[in-house]
């Protein structure tokens, strides 16, 4: 069983290299994000959220419809290997373990 990488876009390289991640969730609206060389265009979800906790003029909250959509991306991961999720802050990258 594998792990949750968790991690602030400007971290994302150095993830991926060292940790190898076969998917990748991204949460940010801009800018867009290219899918690593090292996991399958298929295997990326990207949200278009901001980093918000609740509504604001001008910004994307997460929504149902997204949580719904990350769920069944989820669901195609065997956990053989790390599953990478970042958005566009943070500041330092997190590995948690995996949970029963």
Do not use: N
């Not at 609206?29 to 996991?39: L, Q, S």
């Not at 149902?64 to 769920?71: A, G, N, V, Y």
């Not at 991961?77 to 029963?100: E, K, M, Y």
């Amino acid at each position: 069983m594998s792990s949750l990488l968790i991690t602030p876009y400007s971290a994302i390289e150095e993830v991926v290299r060292r940790y190898r991640p076969s998917h990748m969730l991204t949460l940010m609206v801009e800018p867009f994000v290219e899918t690593p060389a090292a996991i399958e265009a298929a295997r990326h979800l990207r949200i278009g959220v901001h980093d918000i906790a609740e509504p604001a003029e001008g910004a994307v909250a997460p929504s149902l419809d997204h949580i719904s959509e990350i769920i069944a991306f989820a669901k195609g991961w065997d956990r053989a290997q790390p599953f990478l999720v970042h958005c566009g802050r943070g500041s330092a990258a997190r590995l948690l373990p995996p949970t029963s």
